[in-house]
T-cell receptor
Framework: GAGVSQSPSNKVTEKGKDVELRCDPI?????LYWYRQRLGQGLEFLIY????????KSGLPSDRFSAERTGESVSTLTIQRTQQEDSAVYLC?????????????????FGDGTRLSIL | AQKVTQAQTEISVVEKEDVTLDCVYE???????LFWYKQPPSGELVFLIR??????QNEISGRYSWNFQKSTSSFNFTITASQVVDSAVYFC?????????????FGTGTRLTIIP
């Protein structure tokens, strides 16, 4: 498809289980971001990928959260030993990399998100 | 640290009225970008506008207009002649410029309801 694709769209799991969320960015977009949106709140940055590297993981809330990206394409966000406070919508965004060219900033295009509910 | 404040949590207006959504930001950077995104009830985030810190010209796009004032660190969004389809949560966001890492700092959003 033309846009950012995320799967699953909804995930319900029991506390303590591990979950894996997937993001397929727009083809050719080298920059990829994960955000979290708790109910009624704005989005919180989690991690940034440039290609397959993650130079900024500063938003990951704990070591239970990890992410990887392969082939400069698909990314997976893994949450281990889920807790109820992990319940949120997890959004992925991708953009072209402007590099060091300020004038070439590209807006981030968001997927529809994965709604994660921890029982 | 960067911060975006959207003091208006919820706004309701009658259709065809004009409405302004406020956004105030904080950053120590001299080079940055400001954004507005729309999140309709279906949940997807729709990009509306990007403005860089060196361009203070106001912008108009159809019924939408944006007023960027660096002196007050504000980037307000006005919808003219509002329509029911404008009902959504609107987010203002800020990104620094850091060699490709343009992670967004979002405000908490303003829920806009247009009453028919």
């Amino acid at each position: 498809g033309a846009g950012v694709s995320q799967s699953p769209s909804n995930k319900v799991t029991e506390k303590g289980k591990d979950v894996e969320l997937r993001c397929d960015p727009i083809s050719g977009h080298t920059a990829l971001y994960w955000y979290r949106q708790r109910l009624g709140q704005g989005l919180e940055f989690l991690i940034y990928f440039q290609g397959n590297s993650a130079p900024d993981k500063s938003g990951l809330p704990s070591d239970r959260f990890s992410a990887e990206r392969t082939g400069e394409s698909v990314s997976t966000l893994t949450i281990q030993r889920t807790q109820q406070e992990d319940s949120a919508v997890y959004l992925c965004a991708s953009s072209l990399d402007p590099g060091r060219n300020f004038a070439k900033n590209q807006p981030q295009h968001f997927g529809d998100g994965t709604r994660l509910s921890i029982l | 640290a960067q911060k975006v404040t959207q003091a208006q949590t919820e706004i309701s207006v009658v259709e065809k009225e004009d409405v302004t959504l406020d956004c105030v930001y904080e950053t120590r950077d001299t080079t940055y970008y400001l954004f507005w995104y729309k999140q309709p009830p279906s949940g997807e985030l729709v990009f509306l506008i990007r403005r860089n810190s060196f361009d203070e010209q106001n912008e108009i796009s159809g019924r939408y207009s944006w007023n960027f004032q660096k002196s007050t660190s504000s980037f307000n969004f006005t919808i003219t002649a509002s329509q029911v389809v404008d009902s959504a949560v609107y987010f203002c966001a800020l990104s620094e410029v850091n060699f490709g890492n343009e992670k967004l700092t979002f405000g908490t959003g303003t829920r806009l309801t247009i009453i028919p």
